[in-house]
C-alpha cells in the first residue's frame, strides 16, 4: 500500500509540469488508486476496466479520471452504509 500511495502522490506532484497525460497514463494511475481502495475495503470492493489499446496515446488533461472514481467509490462507500474508515461495517 506504501507504494502504490507513493505512486499516485509522485503522479500528482509531477502533474503539475505538464497538463495532459496519455489515456494509458490516467487509467494506470487510476488502477494505484483502486488498488489503494481495494487493500482498505479488501473483497468487498471489485471492479474491472476495460479498454480499447487504440486509445491508450491519445491526451486528456492530466488527473481527469482518478477523481472521478474516487467519487464512484465514495458513493458506493455511502451506498453500503460505511464510513470512510470502517471497512468492516456492513
Same mark, same amino acid.
Do not use: C
Given at each position: +500500500? ?6 499516485? !502522490?509522485?503522479?500528482?506532484? %509531477? ?8 489515456? &494509458?497514463?490516467?487509467?494506470? +494511475?487510476? =488502477?494505484?488508486?483502486? =488498488? $489503494? =481502495?481495494?487493500?482498505? !475495503? =479488501? /473483497?468487498?470492493?471489485?471492479?474491472? $476496466?476495460?479498454?480499447?489499446? /487504440? ?12 477523481? #472521478?472514481?474516487?467519487?464512484? #467509490?465514495?458513493?458506493?462507500? &455511502?451506498?453500503? *452504509?460505511? %464510513?470512510? *474508515?470502517? &471497512?468492516?461495517?456492513?
Amino acid at each position: +500500500m506504501t507504494i502504490a500511495l507513493a505512486d499516485l !502522490f509522485r503522479y500528482s506532484i %509531477n502533474s503539475s509540469d505538464h497538463n495532459y497525460s496519455t489515456i &494509458k497514463e490516467e487509467v494506470e +494511475m487510476t =488502477e494505484v488508486y483502486l =488498488e $489503494i =481502495e481495494k487493500i482498505r !475495503f =479488501e /473483497d468487498q470492493l471489485n471492479y474491472s $476496466i476495460h479498454l480499447d489499446k /487504440d486509445v491508450n496515446h491519445y491526451l486528456v488533461p492530466t488527473l481527469l479520471l482518478q477523481p #472521478v472514481v474516487e467519487n464512484a #467509490v465514495k458513493a458506493w462507500i &455511502k451506498s453500503n *452504509g460505511q %464510513n470512510d *474508515g470502517d &471497512k468492516h461495517h456492513r
